[in-house]
């Protein structure tokens, strides 16, 4: 579903909304969202989430962006029975594609408390920022972009022939401007976003729907241990090419698979292809991966 930008929108909205849509096809949820209009950020803002991660922005246009979300996301990561997971990582692959929109790379997203969340996004310099809903039942998450962020990707662009003309043309002429409360709970002029009112949008949409689920797509750094060891740092500091380390553990024992860093399985190291494999022998948490 594809949003479409109000009548009067500027370049900085509508490179916004498109960034905004990009994140919504990959953020983890429970049912498919869509972007709703641009509309100028405030603190209160984050009064409506549960979560927030930032990522730094490298490329022409540099900057940062952020994702809010809701109380479900954050309840299923902690209950995930990998174990607690990441914000961060659970929302990486959604501010890489909204960074791509941008015409940037995401660097590593991290974790935010909500009180300091502003302050991070926009910098010492401070600023103001453009919030993107994503819309579902309700309001299930929300796009932050620093206005600088959204600048410096319009000059960028602008640079580059091919990218020019990125301003929504076209668009459906907007209603009369009017005072409103938009679905974050702030007074607003101009034409509302869509959705009902803030006490609607914030409800919980976890009944009835997917638990798990949601995190299906999320990806998690698995490790295959094959021992460990330990070393005084004089010994670590001598390591040279061909120094041999004795583990602790023998020779044919199985390997550890960990996710996440928590041990949920072993087995025996196999070649696949020309790359090392393992075959899993022994399941030992048999929560994480039912």
């Given at each position: 579903?594809?949003?479409?930008?109000?009548?009067?929108?500027?370049?900085?909205?509508?490179?916004?909304?498109?960034?905004?849509?990009?994140?919504?096809?990959?953020?983890?949820?429970?049912?498919?969202?869509?972007?709703?209009?641009?509309?100028?950020?405030?603190?209160?803002?984050?009064?409506?989430?549960?979560?927030?991660?930032?990522?730094?922005?490298?490329?022409?246009?540099?900057?940062?962006?952020?994702?809010?979300?809701?109380?479900?996301?954050?309840?299923?990561?902690?209950?995930?029975?990998?174990?607690?997971?990441?914000?961060?990582?659970?929302?990486?692959?959604?501010?890489?594609?909204?960074?791509?929109?941008?015409?940037?790379?995401?660097?590593?997203?991290?974790?935010?408390?909500?009180?300091?969340?502003?302050?991070?996004?926009?910098?010492?310099?401070?600023?103001?920022?453009?919030?993107?809903?994503?819309?579902?039942?309700?309001?299930?998450?929300?796009?932050?972009?620093?206005?600088?962020?959204?600048?410096?990707?319009l000059a960028a662009?602008?640079?580059?022939?091919?990218?020019?003309?990125?301003?929504?043309?076209?668009?459906?002429?907007?209603?009369?401007?009017?005072?409103?409360?938009?679905?974050?709970?702030?007074?607003?002029?101009?034409?509302?976003?869509?959705?009902?009112?803030?006490?609607?949008?914030?409800?919980?949409?976890a009944d009835g729907?997917?638990?798990?689920?949601?995190?299906?797509?999320?990806?998690?750094?698995?490790?295959?241990?094959?021992?460990?060891?330990?070393?005084?740092?004089?010994?670590?500091?001598?390591?040279?090419?061909?120094?041999?380390?004795?583990?602790?553990?023998?020779?044919?024992?199985?390997?550890?698979?960990?996710?996440?860093?928590?041990?949920?399985?072993?087995?025996?190291?196999?070649?696949?292809?020309?790359?090392?494999?393992?075959?899993?022998?022994?399941?030992?948490?048999?929560?994480?991966?039912?």
């Amino acid at each position: 579903m594809t949003s479409t930008l109000p009548a009067g929108g500027s370049p900085a909205d509508a490179l916004a909304l498109a960034a905004a849509e990009a994140c919504a096809t990959v953020l983890p949820a429970s049912e498919p969202l869509s972007a709703g209009d641009p509309q100028p950020g405030t603190e209160h803002v984050v009064g409506v989430f549960a979560g927030a991660a930032v990522a730094d922005l490298s490329g022409p246009a540099g900057g940062r962006v952020s994702v809010l979300v809701g109380e479900e996301l954050v309840s299923a990561l902690q209950a995930s029975p990998l174990g607690g997971l990441d914000l961060g990582a659970a929302v990486q692959p959604a501010l890489d594609a909204a960074a791509a929109a941008l015409g940037a790379t995401a660097q590593a997203a991290r974790s935010v408390d909500l009180e300091l969340l502003v302050p991070e996004l926009t910098g010492p310099t401070g600023g103001g920022f453009t919030a993107v809903p994503l819309l579902g039942a309700g309001i299930v998450a929300a796009l932050l972009v620093p206005d600088t962020t959204l600048a410096a990707a319009l000059a960028a662009q602008a640079a580059q022939a091919s990218q020019a003309a990125q301003a929504g043309q076209g668009s459906p002429a907007g209603g009369p401007a009017a005072t409103t409360v938009d679905p974050f709970g702030q007074p607003v002029t101009g034409r509302p976003l869509p959705g009902t009112g803030r006490a609607d949008n914030v409800r919980s949409i976890a009944d009835g729907r997917r638990g798990i689920e949601m995190l299906h797509g999320v990806e998690m750094e698995v490790t295959v241990e094959l021992g460990r060891t330990r070393m005084p740092v004089r010994d670590l500091l001598a390591l040279a090419p061909g120094a041999v380390l004795a583990l602790d553990r023998a020779a044919g024992s199985p390997a550890d698979l960990l996710v996440n860093g928590r041990l949920i399985a072993r087995g025996e190291v196999v070649v696949v292809d020309e790359d090392f494999g393992l075959r899993v022998t022994e399941i030992l948490d048999q929560g994480a991966v039912g």
